[in-house]
């Protein structure tokens, strides 16, 4: 179970919005100056992360609590987003050049590069499926673990 420390922000029925306190490793890395999540932080920003939970340990407003979740949702999450759509790209741009030099119809390389962007655009409609439909699922949620030591007092924006 991977735990992420966050703050209750508001209560509806039987669940909880969490504001996730999100925390690089961006202050103590020594490459801070050419790493790139270090460059997209500074370009774009930091988002807060809102997060919907079952607040079955009874939290409120203004408590601090840890959330948890499963390594095997964080792992397919990662093999979804990254490497689905990378294959997706690679093979459609491999069977773009494969028909185009069957059919002598149109020149390996543009119809390569239209392989490969729609193999892409594929794999990313598939992935708004996958994720809606693992998002349904509660095995794949996060959720409350405990409180954190102590409730704090934060400026939510």
């Known amino acids: 179970m991977i735990e992420q420390t966050g703050v209750v922000v508001a209560l509806q029925d039987e669940f909880a919005e969490v504001q996730a306190l999100r925390q690089g490793a961006c202050g103590s890395c020594s490459a801070t100056g ?81 392989g490969g962007l729609i193999g892409f655009v594929l794999a990313l409609r598939w992935l708004r499926v996958y994720s809606q439909r693992l998002a349904a699922d509660p095995r794949w949620r996060a959720i409350m673990l405990r409180r954190d030591s102590e409730s704090i007092d934060v400026q939510l924006n």
């Open 34 to 114: 050419a790493c790139g999540v270090s460059l997209i932080d500074r370009v774009l920003g930091r988002r807060r992360l809102h997060l919907s939970v079952l607040n079955d340990i009874g939290a409120q407003v203004g408590e601090r609590i840890v959330l948890g979740v499963p390594e095997a949702a964080l792992l397919r999450a990662a093999l979804a987003a990254y490497f689905v759509p990378l294959m997706s790209l690679i093979a459609g741009a491999i069977l773009g050049r494969e028909s185009a030099t069957l059919s002598q119809l149109l020149a390996p390389e543009p119809a390569s590069i239209a």
